[in-house]
């Protein structure tokens, strides 16, 4: 089994569930057009954007609540319009702190996670202890790169001084491990968190 210097996370969908589909039925509830939001799938956020301005730190909340409330014609409230932002947000992965915990014995461990304000703030909190594991948490609205674009993973390389041929990267989407790939990082795609403790047998 191959070891690593150092282990690079995402968060959602690796370390910890979440389901986007909660705030497209949730903001929905509140919309004049719910047409709009008809068979829509995550992509449908995910590709948004005025979200990808948010995640990347371009956008104060309050004006990412001002343009998503037009964008998808909403009569919300803030406190409702968080609710529904953060129903993304289910729980952490039962095995992510003993995971990690555990690879952070003998290897570098960061985090690098396309996320925004309100969810940080959310999760935050409930994930604190297997945070402190981490060397560094490379969150997208703090370094203003969202993957899959190259230059999020070359600011790692930058400011973490993590060479990628030393560096497992692991994610739970194609795209993102592609990319990661190319730049000359090991990758590992995990479809669910469920399947996370499987890493201490993989490498």
Known sequence: MKKYKNYLFDFGGVLYHININNAIRNFSRFSSRKEIFDAKTPDFLINNSTIDLYEKGLLSTDMFR????????????????????????????QNAFDVIKKLSEDSNISLLSNTST??????????????????????????????????????????????????????????????????????????????????????
């Open 118 to 203: 309100l969810h940080y703030k959310s999760f935050l909190s409930e994930c604190a202890d297997m945070f402190s594991f981490f060397d560094k948490l490379y969150l997208s609205f703090e370094i203003g790169f969202r993957k899959p674009d190259a230059n999020a993973f070359q600011y790692v390389i930058d400011h973490g001084n993590y060479v990628p041929e030393e560096t497992l990267f692991i994610d739970d989407t194609d795209i993102n491990t592609k990319v990661a790939a190319r730049m000359g990082f090991d990758v590992l795609k995990i479809n669910n968190p469920s399947k996370l403790s499987d890493l201490l047998h993989t490498v």
């Open 66 to 93: 001002f343009q998503i409330r037009s964008d998808f014609s909403l009569n919300i409230t803030d406190e409702d319009f968080d609710a529904c932002w953060n129903s993304i947000l289910l729980h952490l992965e």
